[in-house]
């Protein structure tokens, strides 16, 4: 691989995505089941988890964390005391957290979005490797093997199994680490913060492709057009790290690609 270059990607959000949502939706679809007629909503929900994962606090590592079981009993005990919160018993809530590990890994509720595979095949033929850095859940592998797209793969950082949450600089270094000997040229992420911030302060190039609601799409076919361009334009200095802004499908947006600095 030393004479190939490598793409870091997020997933969740850029690659794929839980089809009914993430944390609160998959809390709302075990509510449902378990307990109909609960008065809880998804906004409430989604307040009641806007702390305690450790990405919210990213600037600190979780390396206690990086094991499946304790992270896992970790975010139950997070999701047991938002509902506690909410006003649910302490019974209900450690009984409803319990079911939340089978339901959030369950292979069958993620997908691809519709350019993932093509994206990757394009840029593999043409010389790219690529690497995923994701904050996610321990079983993000057992996911993505399941999605069909670990032949495309190169490596898996994943901070679950780490301890280190983008856009934490330790995350993209054991992202460079997974990759060598071949250099990371650019992350390509959804979310402005743990993707581009995390990515331009670690020396990458960053293309930020928006979903700017959860129902939008990424445009990774904008995103692979770009890299295969600057791919053929000459450059004989080392250039500092740029971002640029890729609009999502959905929007209808003129131009969709906008260079931020």
């Known amino acids: 691989m ?16 839980r089809r009914h949502g993430t944390w609160a939706e998959c809390l709302m679809e075990i509510l449902d089941r378990q307990q109909p007629g609960h008065p809880f909503t998804r906004d409430r929900l989604f307040t009641a988890l806007a702390t305690g994962f450790p990405w919210h606090e990213h600037q600190r590592p979780h390396p206690h964390l990086a094991d499946p079981d304790r992270w896992w009993n970790h975010i139950t005990s997070v999701v047991t005391r938002a509902l506690v919160g909410l006003g649910a018993p302490l019974h209900l809530a450690e009984s409803i957290a319990s079911h939340v ?21 394009m840029l593999t033929a043409s010389g790219w490797d690529h690497v995923i850095l994701s904050n996610h859940v321990p079983e993000l592998p057992a996911i993505l093997d399941a999605l069909r797209l670990m032949p495309y793969v190169y490596a898996v950082v994943n901070s679950a199994r780490t301890g280190f949450e983008k856009p934490h600089p330790q995350a993209f270094e054991l992202a460079r680490a997974a990759a060598a000997p071949a250099p ?12 581009v911030a995390g990515a331009q302060a670690a020396g990458l190039h960053a293309i930020w492709v928006r979903r700017d609601e959860p129902s939008h799409i990424p445009d990774l076919h904008e995103a692979a057009r770009l890299i295969l361009r600057r791919t053929q334009e000459p450059n004989s200095r080392p250039e500092l790290p740029r971002t640029w802004e890729v609009a999502p499908l959905d929007t209808g947006t003129a131009t969709r690609t906008a260079s931020i600095r």
């Open 2 to 17: 030393s004479h190939r270059r490598v793409i870091v990607w997020d997933f969740d959000g850029t690659l794929g995505h």
């Open 101 to 121: 590990r089978a339901a959030y890994r369950e292979p069958t509720a993620w997908s691809l979005y519709p350019q993932t595979t093509a994206v990757l095949q």
């Open 184 to 195: 990371c040229a650019y992350m390509v992420g959804d979310n402005p913060q743990a993707d």
